[in-house]
């Protein structure tokens, strides 16, 4: 078996604490670590490197009323800004100083921790995967970039975000859509389920179409992905596709989720022979099948 890729010193889970909602001070031993400080709010500036670049304003907006009648409940963890060292950049927490500002406060409570560049990136990533309203694409987006450039495996992921390997290989399987289809979830017109359902589809994206258009149940649209596109309502000649095993099917699930592209096995018939089709979207897609190649 190969040797996992080694993972950040810190650990996953030491970073996750940081980004969980534990109080910021506590009796005993561990008061120093989590005691928390107020910084001015101009001190503080944002991670010019944040994965995550859209912010709805009504929920900011919302947070912002919050905040002007309970004040910052959660402090923010920062580090001393490494081009600046009179202020504080932002690790976890955007959101928090964003909605700040729209409130008018003058300072906030905060965590100075000592993280490098890839640390504080790995957290981002972390504190928007814990988000509610991340979308699944972005949450796939997010477990694919811990994975791969993390070198955390799935196992590992589950564990420490409290959610199963089920879930994240499903979730991660949505990444192997084309970016029309993808499109579709992120505007919330497909659900997750519609999305997984089109996953093995030979045309994905013309069936994406067809469900928004007639507003079809993941049942259906599970039903449609078998069939294949029926186009106006007329029936192509069906096909006679052999029916794959149980164990085909599983290890193209679970290649299609490690690579984030679509991957079918095919066997020769009656032979132990065959091939492996791997489906790219794009030239990005190309190179990063490429450079895992070459590994």
């Not at 980004?19 to 500036?45: D, F, K, M, S, Y």
């Amino acid at each position: 078996m190969a040797e996992k890729k080694r993972g950040l010193g810190r650990g996953l889970s030491a970073l996750m604490s940081d980004v969980g909602n534990e109080p910021a001070e506590r009796e005993g031993g561990e008061a120093t670590r989590r005691a928390e400080r107020h910084l001015p709010i101009e001190r503080i500036v944002p991670n010019p490197d944040q994965p995550r670049r859209s912010f709805d304003k009504d929920k900011l907006q919302d947070l912002a009323d919050s905040i002007r009648e309970k004040g910052v409940i959660q402090p923010l963890i920062v580090r001393v800004d490494p081009k600046n060292s009179k202020q504080y950049q932002i690790v976890a927490g955007e959101r928090r100083w964003r909605a700040a500002q729209i409130a008018q406060l003058h300072e906030l409570p905060v965590l100075v921790r000592e993280f490098d560049d890839t640390e504080v990136l790995e957290i981002a990533i972390i504190e928007n995967i814990q988000r509610a309203d991340l979308n699944p694409v972005e949450e796939a987006a997010g477990y694919r970039q811990l994975i791969d450039r993390f070198g955390h495996t799935q196992e590992q992921l589950a564990q420490a975000l409290g959610k199963s390997r089920s879930h994240i290989a499903n979730q991660m399987r949505l990444l192997s859509l084309p970016r029309d289809v993808l499109d579709l979830l992120e505007a919330d017109k497909l659900s997750a389920g519609h999305a997984r359902a089109l996953i093995t589809a030979e045309d994905p994206s013309a069936l994406a179409g067809i469900v928004v258009k007639k507003g079809l149940s993941v049942r259906e649209t599970e039903r449609l992905a078998k069939q294949g596109t029926q186009g106006k309502g007329k029936s192509k000649t069906k096909t006679t596709t052999p029916e794959k095993d149980a164990d085909t099917v599983a290890l193209e699930g679970d290649l299609t989720a490690n690579l984030g592209m679509k991957v079918s096995v095919n066997h020769d018939k009656g032979q132990e022979s065959g091939q492996i089709v791997i489906r790219y979207n794009s030239l990005d897609d190309l190179d990063e099948l490429c450079r895992k190649l070459t590994l």
